[in-house]
């Protein structure tokens, strides 16, 4: 069965460092692109990152692009956001997500999310 | 890209049949368009992909069209697990992008 399990969210002050992790199970890590994918409480959805399936491609929305990184360890299957300088506006719940290909693509397999805050 | 989604709210019956869309404010990239539903405290589900083509376990009552820059999800005879939110996406350049959403609500 397919899995994907974030973790690392909770309260963060604005301008610290967070690192969210979301470790995967039940397919070939290496074979598919992943996504962040964020909501704000009571807001739509927001693509964050993306990265290919070898993690030599990445993009970033322009409103983390310099403060995000996004980036993927194929020998624990697990993908990273690391997430500095974080602002009021970043808190949501951040989804990780599976691609259903190994770049550009929709994004089949959803994780249950996990709640970052970002407030003093 | 900026996907413009209407209506905002659709308040239909059970067994209506629903007609969400989706225009962008650009022609979208081969095609790479996407449609998700979502309900109350959960993640979204993954509908339609590459406009018209439906998803893993997906019901042949939903159904995506369209080309360019005006797509439109159908979902034909609403059953009552489909009043939820549904949010249309492009993922055809580096900057990807949802639409506001639709609700679907119980009329």
């Known amino acids: 069965e397919v899995q994907l399990l974030e973790s690392g969210g909770g309260l963060v002050q604005p301008g610290g460092s967070l690192r969210l992790s979301c470790a995967v199970s039940?397919?070939?890590?290496?074979?598919?692109?992943m996504y962040w994918v964020r909501q704000a409480p009571g807001k739509g959805l927001e693509w964050v990152s993306g990265?290919?399936?070898?993690?030599?491609?990445?993009w970033h929305a322009d409103s983390v692009q310099g403060r995000f990184t996004i980036s993927r360890d194929k020998s624990t299957n697990t993908l990273y956001l690391q997430m500095k300088s974080p602002r009021a506006d970043d808190t949501a719940v951040y989804y990780c997500?599976?691609?259903?290909?190994?770049?550009?693509?929709?994004?089949?397999?959803w994780g249950r999310g996990t709640m970052v805050t970002v407030s003093s | 890209i900026v996907l413009t989604q209407s209506p905002g709210t659709l308040s239909l019956s059970p067994g209506e049949r629903a007609t969400l869309s989706c225009r962008a404010s650009?022609?979208?990239?081969?095609?790479?368009l996407a449609w998700y539903q979502q309900k109350p405290g959960q993640a979204p589900r993954l509908l339609i992909y590459?406009?018209?083509n439906r998803a893993t376990g997906i019901p042949d009552r939903f159904s995506g069209s369209g080309s360019g820059t005006d797509f439109t999800l159908t979902i034909n005879g609403l059953e009552p697990e489909d009043f939820a939110v549904y949010y249309c996406?492009?993922?055809?350049?580096?900057?990807?992008?949802f639409g506001r959403g639709t609700k679907v609500e119980i009329k």
């Open positions: 997500a599976k691609g259903l290909g190994s770049g550009w693509a929709a994004l089949d397999i």
């Open positions: 039940g397919f070939t890590f290496t074979n598919y692109a």
């Open positions: 990265i290919n399936g070898g993690g030599t491609n990445t």
């Open positions: 650009q022609s979208v990239y081969t095609s790479y």
């Open positions: 590459g406009v018209s």
């Open positions: 996406q492009q993922y055809g350049n580096s900057q990807w992008t």
